[in-house]
């Protein structure tokens, strides 16, 4: 069977528009090894924070951050191999990172993403398929909306599923 090589991410945000990422999380696999974890927090263009109430990241903790560009730019070598990008409701992170490039005005990542969310109701039958109704059933490890560990959960998923046998189509 072959060993993929992927990239889980996951993204928080700092206010309702798409291209406000705040802090990003990617955890990088090589079959059903990580073997890069990878956290940052970043300066979002606004100063308005909507969601700290969730994920616990004010301005004052991104004030001084690089933003997006040199966020990404940095990162992006560890997606050069990777076979696809991984997410849990994968729709949301996509359009994060397209949303975030686009303002940037740098090329979003190539590989299609593969949504954890869709994976466990196809592998497993989890409903609700949200990430701590999905952990709690795969007894993974979670802290909900600290990106990294989010990102690690989501890898974990595509794990378990590689080790159950399951095709990782791209759905």
Known sequence: MHAPVFAAIDF???????????????????????????????????????????HGITWADVEDKPGFRSTWLSLRPLFEDVEFIAAHNASFDRSVLNKCCEASRIRPPHQDFLCTCRLARRVWGIYPTNLPAVCSKLRVPLDHHDPLSDARACAQVIIRAIKRGASLAID
Do not use: M, N, W
């Open 12 to 54: 928080e945000t700092a206010d309702y528009y798409r291209d406000s990422a705040c802090a990003v999380g990617i955890v990088k696999v090589t079959g059903t090894q990580i073997i890069h974890e990878e956290v940052r927090l970043i300066r979002p263009p606004r100063q308005s924070f909507r969601f700290s109430y969730i």
